[in-house]
Every structure is written in structure tokens, then in C-alpha cells.
């Protein structure tokens, strides 16, 4: 009995000896504080590494959206100044709706326009040609097909995806009331956590009863991991692990490891709705449940993916595109019928960056706009 007392008690001094050493070494009494002092360095550091960015790059600020990637839900939370808001882009810079029209002539190309959406810690350079790049991307070649308009949107990749999922919704309900007599045909392309975004957009465009969807006509979603990303899970189960083995007083080891934006939690297993994420089982590995987001009727899918390897490798299959596996990227969970209205395809010896900027992929995203007219 007296060996258990003491047994006991030394647990209970070496928990809270652990608990000591991890507060002083990360400074974390507080979550507010540690949030604090997190957004603190990363503007420090932004700021001091900005001009050389714009020296290396032409003009873009690329380490924005990473950083937006990692933390731009607690960018947002505190109205930092480096958050990232939903916009078209033109020449590298943010163009509201009104002046769209100065950019663009919608009577072109018979009122169609194609919408450009990129993945985690991405911006409209991943579509396009840099100085640095040796090789055309999807958005030049669309931009040279010159069958219709190519717009490009940026968005705060560290958001949750249905926080950024309703406001395309809401933003493409905007553009259609200022445009819909010129607009005759929406086409909307998307990449990694771009495509579970568009998704979002239909579902939000249901709930809202929104009419832009009404426009649209063909969705491609490219590399796109629809039932989770098996990299981001990897992550979502070490945290889950931590969660069950933290022994440090208000599990502050736990928490620190999860200092995940909502936007790279939400890529474990493609949460599109709020209450996805809002449910008390959100972050409980045996008891997360996923909503069914099915496709908009009506409206054409391409689901493309690809592997590392040749099709039909189980280990290529496995891995995928390197980051998305190929079962998740053409998932069957997207029709609750028959799958008439999508179409799959795997590009064979493709990477999940190098699909952007693949001929192959390309041409056939050009092949099907110009197919449906």
C-alpha cells in the first residue's frame, strides 16, 4: 500500500515536472499568448524576407499564401494584415467584381469564362508561367486556346473549406448579378484543396438557394483528394495520438502539436461543411463521421489524377500523385445515381505539382471545354 502511495505520488510530481518544462520552453500558459507571440514572429519574419521575395519572383509575394496556408485562420481571427481575402486576381493584384469589366469583355467568346482555383498555400502562379519555370502551365495554355475567358481566384488556404466554399458561392452569386446578361457559361477548374472548395460552393449554392449555378457547366478537379489526403491524415493521426497519451496538465503537448490551420485539418478527410467540422466527434479518429457532398445536377465532372508510376501499380495507385492517392482523386462517392455525369482519367508518370503544367492534362481540359458547348 505505502509503495503504491509513493508510486503515485512521484506520477504525480513527474506530470507535473513535464507540464512545467513544456510551459517554460514554448511559453504556453496561455493559448491567447501563444497565438500572440506565433503571429508576432511570423510578421517579423515576413516582413524582413518580402524584398527579397519580390526580387527573386517578379512582383509576387509568394511566402503570403504559404503562410496563409499555415495560419491564415488566425490571421483572419486577428485581422492581421498579411490575411488573404477572397478575390479575382488580374496582373497580380486583387480586382473587385466592378472592375472586372474594365479587364475583361464578357460579350467574347460567346459569354464563357473559365474560373481558375488553387490548392493549399497557393495563388494564381501555380496556373502560369514564372521566370524561373521552363514550361507552360495549364492557365497559359487555357490563356492561348483563347476558346474563353480565364479568370484566376485567390483565397486564404488555412480557413476552413466551407468557410471558403461559401464565400465562392457567394462571390460567383455576385458576379452573376453583375454580368449574368453577358455571362452564358461558368466552367470552373480546380487543384487539390481548390477542387473540395469548388464542391463546397455547389453545396452552399443549394443551401443559400444561390442561382449561379445555373451558368455552370463543366467542374474539373484536378488531383483533388475527395475522400482525404492519406498525407494529411497521417498528421490528423499523430495528433490523435498525442491527444490520447498527452500526460501534461491541460494537454499542452497536444496542443501544440495541432497548431494546424483549420484549412490543412479540413484536407485529412475532405470536411466541405460546417458541420463537419463543428461536430463534437470532428477531431475523434473513431467517431468522425463525413458529410456526403454529391455532384450539382446537371453539370459535367472531370476527375483527373495522377501516379508516380504506371497505372495499374498497387504502390503508384496507393500513393497516388504523391500527396493524393488515386481512389480519393477519382473517387465513386461523388453520384448518388449512375455516374454518367463524371468522367475519370489517370496521366500516368505525373506528380501532384506537375499535373498543373502537363500538355497531356491540358489538352484534354481543352478537348472537353471545346466538346460542350
Same mark, same amino acid.
Given at each position: 500500500?505505502?509503495?503504491?502511495?509513493?508510486?503515485?505520488?512521484?506520477?504525480?510530481?513527474?506530470?507535473?515536472?513535464?507540464?512545467?518544462?513544456?510551459?517554460?520552453?514554448?511559453?504556453?500558459?496561455?493559448?491567447?499568448?501563444?497565438?500572440?507571440?506565433? *503571429?508576432?514572429?511570423?510578421?517579423?519574419?515576413?516582413?524582413?524576407?518580402?524584398?527579397?521575395?519580390?526580387?527573386?519572383?517578379?512582383?509576387?509575394?509568394?511566402?503570403?499564401?504559404?503562410?496563409?496556408?499555415?495560419?491564415?485562420?488566425?490571421?483572419?481571427?486577428?485581422?492581421?494584415? *498579411?490575411?488573404?481575402?477572397?478575390?479575382?486576381?488580374?496582373?497580380?493584384?486583387?480586382?473587385?467584381?466592378?472592375?472586372?469589366?474594365?479587364?475583361?469583355?464578357?460579350?467574347?467568346?460567346?459569354?464563357?469564362?473559365?474560373?481558375?482555383?488553387?490548392? *493549399?498555400?497557393?495563388?494564381?502562379?501555380?496556373?502560369?508561367?514564372?521566370?524561373?519555370?521552363? #514550361?507552360? #502551365?495549364?492557365?497559359?495554355? *487555357?490563356?492561348?486556346?483563347?476558346? $474563353?475567358?480565364?479568370?484566376?481566384?485567390?483565397?486564404?488556404?488555412?480557413?476552413?473549406?466551407?468557410?471558403?466554399?461559401?464565400?465562392?458561392?457567394?462571390?460567383?452569386?455576385?458576379?452573376?448579378?453583375?454580368?449574368?446578361?453577358?455571362?452564358?457559361?461558368?466552367?470552373?477548374?480546380?487543384?487539390?484543396?481548390?477542387?473540395?472548395?469548388?464542391?463546397?460552393?455547389?453545396?452552399?449554392?443549394?443551401?443559400?438557394?444561390?442561382?449561379?449555378?445555373?451558368?455552370?457547366?463543366?467542374?474539373?478537379?484536378?488531383?483533388?483528394?475527395? $475522400?482525404?489526403?492519406?498525407?494529411?491524415?497521417?498528421?490528423?493521426?499523430?495528433?490523435?495520438?498525442?491527444?490520447?497519451?498527452?500526460?501534461?496538465?491541460?494537454?499542452?503537448?497536444?496542443?501544440?502539436?495541432?497548431?494546424?490551420?483549420?484549412?490543412?485539418?479540413?484536407?485529412?478527410?475532405?470536411?466541405?461543411?460546417?458541420?463537419?467540422?463543428?461536430?463534437?466527434?470532428?477531431?475523434?479518429?473513431?467517431?468522425?463521421?463525413?458529410?456526403?457532398?454529391?455532384?450539382?445536377?446537371?453539370?459535367?465532372?472531370?476527375?483527373?489524377?495522377?501516379?508516380?508510376?504506371?497505372?495499374?501499380?498497387?504502390?503508384?495507385?496507393?500513393?497516388?500523385?504523391?500527396?493524393?492517392?488515386?481512389?480519393?482523386?477519382?473517387?465513386?462517392?461523388?453520384?448518388?445515381?449512375?455516374l454518367e455525369n463524371i468522367e475519370s482519367i489517370i496521366f500516368e508518370n505525373e506528380n501532384h505539382m506537375s499535373l498543373l $503544367?502537363?500538355?497531356?492534362?491540358?489538352?484534354?481540359?481543352?478537348?472537353?471545354?471545346?466538346?460542350?458547348?
Amino acid at each position: 500500500m505505502h509503495r503504491n502511495s509513493k508510486a503515485m505520488k512521484n506520477q504525480k510530481e513527474n506530470k507535473f515536472k513535464l507540464s512545467n518544462w513544456f510551459t517554460d520552453k514554448l511559453n504556453i500558459n496561455k493559448k491567447k499568448e501563444y497565438r500572440d507571440k506565433l *503571429l508576432s514572429e511570423v510578421l517579423s519574419f515576413s516582413n524582413k524576407i518580402r524584398g527579397d521575395i519580390k526580387d527573386k519572383v517578379e512582383e509576387t509575394d509568394h511566402i503570403i499564401p504559404i503562410l496563409n496556408g499555415l495560419n491564415g485562420d488566425l490571421f483572419e481571427e486577428n485581422k492581421d494584415p *498579411l490575411t488573404i481575402k477572397m478575390n479575382f486576381r488580374y496582373h497580380n493584384k486583387d480586382i473587385s467584381l466592378n472592375e472586372l469589366a474594365s479587364c475583361y469583355d464578357f460579350n467574347q467568346f460567346n459569354g464563357k469564362i473559365c474560373i481558375l482555383i488553387h490548392g *493549399l498555400m497557393g495563388d494564381e502562379y501555380m496556373w502560369k508561367l514564372m521566370k524561373q519555370d521552363d #514550361k507552360n #502551365k495549364i492557365g497559359d495554355l *487555357l490563356e492561348k486556346n483563347a476558346s $474563353e475567358h480565364i479568370l484566376y481566384l485567390r483565397y486564404n488556404t488555412g480557413l476552413h473549406i466551407s468557410e471558403n466554399g461559401r464565400a465562392l458561392s457567394n462571390l460567383l452569386e455576385q458576379f452573376i448579378e453583375l454580368y449574368g446578361n453577358k455571362i452564358k457559361q461558368i466552367n470552373l477548374i480546380g487543384h487539390s484543396m481548390g477542387g473540395l472548395v469548388i464542391r463546397s460552393a455547389g453545396y452552399y449554392a443549394d443551401i443559400q438557394r444561390q442561382s449561379w449555378t445555373d451558368k455552370l457547366k463543366i467542374i474539373f478537379l484536378i488531383g483533388v483528394p475527395n $475522400e482525404g489526403s492519406y498525407l494529411a491524415q497521417m498528421g490528423f493521426f499523430i495528433n490523435h495520438l498525442f491527444r490520447k497519451l498527452d500526460i501534461s496538465d491541460d494537454n499542452y503537448i497536444a496542443r501544440f502539436m495541432d497548431a494546424r490551420s483549420n484549412g490543412i485539418k479540413d484536407l485529412s478527410y475532405a470536411y466541405l461543411t460546417d458541420d463537419d467540422w463543428l461536430n463534437e466527434n470532428a477531431e475523434n479518429l473513431e467517431k468522425l463521421t463525413v458529410s456526403k457532398v454529391r455532384t450539382i445536377p446537371g453539370i459535367k465532372y472531370y476527375l483527373i489524377g495522377g501516379v508516380l508510376g504506371k497505372k495499374n501499380n498497387i504502390l503508384s495507385s496507393y500513393f497516388g500523385d504523391g500527396l493524393v492517392g488515386s481512389s480519393s482523386a477519382l473517387t465513386n462517392e461523388l453520384s448518388t445515381t449512375s455516374l454518367e455525369n463524371i468522367e475519370s482519367i489517370i496521366f500516368e508518370n505525373e506528380n501532384h505539382m506537375s499535373l498543373l $503544367e502537363s500538355k497531356q492534362v491540358a489538352d484534354y481540359i481543352i478537348l472537353k471545354l471545346l466538346a460542350r458547348k
